[in-house]
C-alpha cells in the first residue's frame, strides 16, 4: 500500500485539497513636496523620508495575520497585506530651503503654452512606481502590478520644468487610480489610500485628487502633513482626512510615517504591528534587497547622484525642529517656580547669579535656562549637518573616512555635547567688566545661537582631525580620543575665547527686549572701558564689547524717539493709558493702543504668505530662549496662540455647529463626519483645541467668504491688542489648559483667547447662514 501510494502522483494524493486564495494587496500612492516651511529634520534627504514611510507601512498587517482565509456566510476572505508605496511623485528643493521663500507664481507654476520652463529655483524629482523619466512601456495598468520598490531621481533642474514633469506623472497615476477601482476582474494591487506632503492640489496633482474624488462613497482616505495643502483637498475634492494629518512643526520623519501607518491601518481595519522585522531595503513587493542596496552588488551611478544632490538643512530649520526642547523646558521652569512660591510661604527665593548653584533647585534652573537648550541645538545642528558635509569632505581627502558615517554618530555626539555645554556657559554668563555687568544683565542673553553655530563647525573640524590622524598613522583609540574628546572642546573653547558665544547670547537678548518693548541699561561715557585696559583674561569679551558699543547708541535713539512720541499730549491722550508715559530707567517702553490690532492682522496675512516659518517661529523661540522667571514663555507665542490657533478653532467649530447649505460638488448637506469638509473641520477643533497647530484648516473657508475672512482679521485684532496692553506671554503647540497656565497673566490670556475664539466663531456662523 506504501509502495501505491508513493508512485501515485501529487494531485491524486490529494484531490480534494483546498487551495488557498491570494492574499488582498493594499497599495499606498504618495504626492507632494519637501514642504513649505521646512520645520522639520528630514525633509532634504528624500531617499530617506519615502524609504521611511514605505517600511512602516509595511507594518500594517491583517488583524488576524495567521489566518489564510476566514469561513464568513459560506464565503472565503482573502487575508490583506499592505505593500507600502506602489508610487510616489516627491519634488524637492536642491538647496534644502522652502517653498514658502518663493513668492512668484511664476516661479514655480509651469506656463500652458510650453514657454519660459526654464525659471525657479533648482529643484529634484523623485518617483516610485514609474519607470525612469516617467515611461511606461506596457501601459499605465502594468504599473500596479507588483514591482520592487525603488527610488528613482526623474529630473532635475529649474522649478517650473521639474513640476511640468510631476503634472505628467501625476496625470498617469490618475489613469493609474480610475483603472485601478474600476477593471474587471481586480488587478493584484489595489491602491487603498494617497499620503499628501504639502503637496499643490490645484495645479500639480489637482488629477490624481480628482480621481480620487470622482471614486465617489469609496474615495480614498487620505493622511499626511502640510495644513494648507490638506485643508485644499479636503475643501476642494471633499476627501476624507483620517489619522494623526496635519502640521509637521519639529517632527521627524519616522514620527509622521508611524503616525500615518497606525492612521491607515485603523481606517482599513488592520492593525500597526512595530515588532514586524522590515530589512532597510525591504520592497514589499519582491525579494529582499531588490532595491537596491546589497554588499555585493555594485554602487548604482544613479543613486550616487541622488546623494550628492541631498542638501544641508538650513540652521533656521534646526532651529525650529527644536522646539520640543523649547517648550518642556518652559514648562519645567514654570513649575519649579511655581513650586517654590508655594513652598517658600510667598517669599521668593531667586537666582542672583547664574553661576552661583546653592541649592538643587537653583541647579536644575540654570541648567535648563541656561545649557540644555544650546547643547540641545548643538547636537541637532551637528548630527543633521553631518552626512553631507563629511562625505563631501571624504570624497576629497581619504578613503578611511568613506565608510559608513553612522558609525560615527557616537563620536560626534560625544564631541557636539562637549561643545555645546561649553558654548552654551559662555553664552550666558557675563564675562565684561564690571562697568558692562549692568548692559548685560538689562539685555538678557540666550545660548540657543551659540549651540546652532557650535553644531555647525564640529562636522568639518571633526573631519580635518580624523584626516590628520589617519594621516600621520596615530592609533585607533588616540584617534578617537582626539575626535571625540578634543575635538568638542577645541570648538567650545573657540567659541568661548573669540567672544563668538557670548556675542551671539547678547543678540538674544537685544531681540527679546526689542519684541517685549523693553527699556535697555546703556553704556556711560564716563565709565566706559577702553580697548587699551584689557588684559589677555579679557580678550574673550572684546567682541562683546564691541557689539555693545555699536548697538547702545542704536537703541538709545530709537527708545528716545518711542518715549517722545509717547510723551506728545494729544498723543499721549487718544493712544496711550497714563501709566505708560512714564519712562523711567528699567521700565517697559510704552505701547500705543491700535499697535496691537495692526499686529494681530499681519500675523494672520504673514501666516498666508510663508512668514509664519521665516520670520515668526524662528523669533518665537528665541524670545524664550533664557527668559528670566515667571517669563518662559513668548510674547509672539501668545498672539501665535490667539490670531491663528483659537481663530481657526471659532471658524471650524462654526462650520461643525452651522455647516454650510451647499459646496461646489452640488451636495445640499455637508455635516456628515464622513464627508472631507466635515473631516476637515473635526479633525482641526480638535488639534487645535488639545496640540495648539493645524492653523492652516481655516483658509479655505477665508478664502470662500469675506465674512469669515473679516471675523478673522477682527478676532486676531483684538485678541492681540489685549495681549501686548497686558504684555501677556504664552506660547501655542500645547492643549489649551496648559497654554493658560503657563502664561505670566492667566487670567488676560484666557479673555484673549475667548476674544479670538468667539468672534471667529459668529463670523463663521452668519457667513453659513447667509450661504
Not at 482573502?78 to 511664476?106: E, P
Request: glycine share 10%.
Amino acid at each position: 500500500l506504501r509502495f501505491i501510494m508513493k508512485s501515485m502522483p501529487n494531485s491524486n494524493r490529494t484531490p480534494k485539497s483546498k487551495v488557498k486564495p491570494e492574499p488582498e494587496y493594499y497599495s499606498v500612492a504618495l504626492i507632494g513636496s519637501s514642504g513649505g516651511g521646512t520645520a522639520t529634520l528630514g525633509h532634504t534627504d528624500p531617499v530617506e523620508l519615502l524609504t521611511t514611510i514605505h517600511r512602516e507601512l509595511l507594518r500594517v498587517r491583517d488583524t488576524d495575520a495567521d489566518a489564510e482565509e476566514e469561513e464568513e456566510d459560506g464565503k472565503h476572505r482573502r487575508r490583506r497585506v499592505c505593500v507600502g508605496i506602489s508610487h510616489a511623485i516627491f519634488v524637492s528643493l536642491s538647496d534644502g530651503s522652502g517653498f514658502d521663500s518663493i513668492r512668484k507664481k511664476s516661479d514655480w507654476l509651469p506656463n500652458d503654452k510650453g514657454h519660459s520652463t526654464d525659471v525657479g529655483p533648482r529643484a529634484a524629482l523623485y518617483s516610485v512606481g514609474f519607470y525612469e523619466h516617467g515611461q511606461a512601456p506596457n501601459g499605465a495598468t502594468e504599473q500596479m502590478q507588483r514591482q520592487p520598490f525603488h527610488v528613482t531621481l526623474v529630473d532635475e533642474g529649474p522649478l517650473t520644468k521639474v513640476n511640468r514633469h510631476a503634472q505628467m506623472l501625476d496625470e498617469m497615476l490618475s489613469h493609474n487610480i480610475t483603472q485601478c477601482h474600476n477593471s474587471s476582474p481586480p488587478i493584484e494591487v489595489m491602491l487603498s489610500a494617497m499620503i499628501s506632503l504639502s503637496s499643490e492640489p490645484k495645479n500639480i496633482h489637482s488629477k490624481s485628487l480628482n480621481a480620487c474624488s470622482e471614486l465617489g462613497s469609496s474615495n480614498l482616505p487620505i493622511v499626511g502633513s502640510g495644513g494648507t495643502s490638506l485643508s485644499q483637498i479636503a475643501s476642494l475634492y471633499d476627501l476624507r482626512i483620517v489619522g494623526n494629518s496635519g502640521g509637521s512643526v519639529a517632527s521627524t520623519t519616522l514620527t509622521k510615517a508611524r503616525g500615518w501607518a497606525i492612521g491607515l491601518a485603523k481606517e482599513w481595519g488592520m492593525v500597526y504591528d512595530g515588532s514586524i522585522s522590515v530589512g532597510s531595503t525591504s520592497s514589499g513587493f519582491g525579494k529582499e534587497g531588490e532595491s537596491g542596496g546589497c554588499a555585493d552588488k555594485p554602487a548604482d551611478p544613479k543613486e550616487n547622484q541622488i546623494r550628492q544632490t541631498t542638501p544641508v538643512p538650513t540652521l533656521k530649520s534646526i532651529l525650529e525642529a527644536a522646539l520640543p526642547s523649547f517648550l518642556f523646558v518652559c514648562i519645567t521652569l514654570r513649575s519649579i517656580h511655581t513650586w517654590e512660591d508655594h513652598g517658600s510661604d510667598g517669599q521668593e527665593c531667586l537666582l542672583v547669579q547664574p553661576i552661583g548653584i546653592h541649592t538643587s533647585a537653583s541647579m536644575v534652573k540654570y541648567t535648563l535656562q541656561d545649557i540644555v537648550l544650546g547643547t540641545t541645538l548643538c547636537i541637532l545642528s551637528s548630527t543633521s549637518r553631518s552626512a553631507t558635509s563629511v562625505s563631501g569632505a571624504s570624497s576629497s581627502s581619504s578613503p578611511s573616512t568613506t565608510n559608513n558615517q553612522s558609525g560615527d554618530q557616537s563620536t560626534l555626539i560625544m564631541s557636539a555635547t562637549i561643545a555645546g555645554v561649553l558654548a552654551s556657559a559662555s553664552a550666558t554668563q557675563s564675562v565684561g567688566s564690571s562697568s558692562l555687568f549692568h548692559v548685560e544683565e538689562s539685555l538678557g542673553s540666550g545660548s540657543a545661537l551659540a549651540g546652532l553655530v557650535a553644531g555647525a563647525l564640529i562636522p568639518s573640524v571633526l573631519n580635518k582631525m580624523s584626516y590628520l590622524c589617519h594621516s600621520y598613522h596615530v592609533t585607533a583609540t588616540m584617534t578617537n580620543i582626539l575626535c571625540g574628546g578634543g575635538v568638542g572642546m577645541l570648538v567650545g573653547v573657540l567659541m568661548h575665547v573669540s567672544g563668538l558665544a557670548h556675542g551671539l547670547g547678547l543678540i538674544t537678548g537685544v531681540i527679546r527686549n526689542l519684541l517685549r518693548f523693553r527699556k535697555t541699561a546703556l553704556l556711560e561715557n564716563d565709565s566706559t572701558v577702553t580697548l587699551m585696559s584689557f588684559s589677555i583674561d579679557r580678550i574673550p569679551s572684546l567682541l562683546s564689547f564691541g557689539l555693545l558699543r555699536l548697538i547702545c547708541p542704536i537703541l538709545q535713539h530709537f527708545q528716545e524717539q518711542w518715549c517722545h512720541i509717547a510723551s506728545i499730549p494729544s498723543l499721549s491722550t487718544l493712544f496711550y493709558e497714563p501709566p505708560n508715559t512714564d519712562c523711567t530707567p528699567l521700565q517697559n517702553l510704552p505701547i500705543p493702543m491700535g499697535l496691537g490690532f495692526l499686529s494681530g492682522c499681519m500675523f494672520v496675512y504673514g501666516s498666508k504668505i510663508g512668514w509664519y516659518h521665516s520670520i515668526f517661529l524662528p523669533l518665537i523661540l528665541l524670545e524664550m530662549d533664557a527668559s528670566p522667571r515667571y517669563e518662559e514663555a513668548s510674547l509672539l507665542g501668545a498672539i501665535d496662540e490667539c490670531t491663528l490657533v483659537m481663530v481657526c478653532a471659532g471658524i471650524c467649530a462654526g462650520n461643525i455647529i452651522l455647516p454650510r447649505r451647499g459646496h461646489a460638488s452640488g451636495q445640499n448637506n455637508v455635516s456628515n463626519r464622513g464627508g472631507g469638509h466635515a473631516s476637515l473641520a473635526w479633525q482641526a477643533l480638535k488639534t487645535n483645541f488639545l496640540c495648539g497647530d493645524f492653523i492652516e484648516a481655516a483658509y479655505p473657508s477665508m478664502e470662500r467668504s469675506r465674512i469669515i475672512n473679516a471675523s478673522a482679521y477682527l478676532a486676531a485684532g483684538l485678541s492681540t491688542e489685549i495681549i501686548l496692553q497686558k504684555r501677556v506671554l504664552s506660547t501655542a503647540y500645547l492643549p489649551l489648559p496648559l497654554t493658560i497656565w503657563i502664561s505670566n497673566d492667566r487670567w488676560s490670556m484666557s479673555v484673549a483667547c475667548s476674544v479670538a475664539f468667539v468672534v471667529s466663531l459668529f463670523g463663521a456662523l452668519a457667513s453659513n447662514v447667509r450661504y
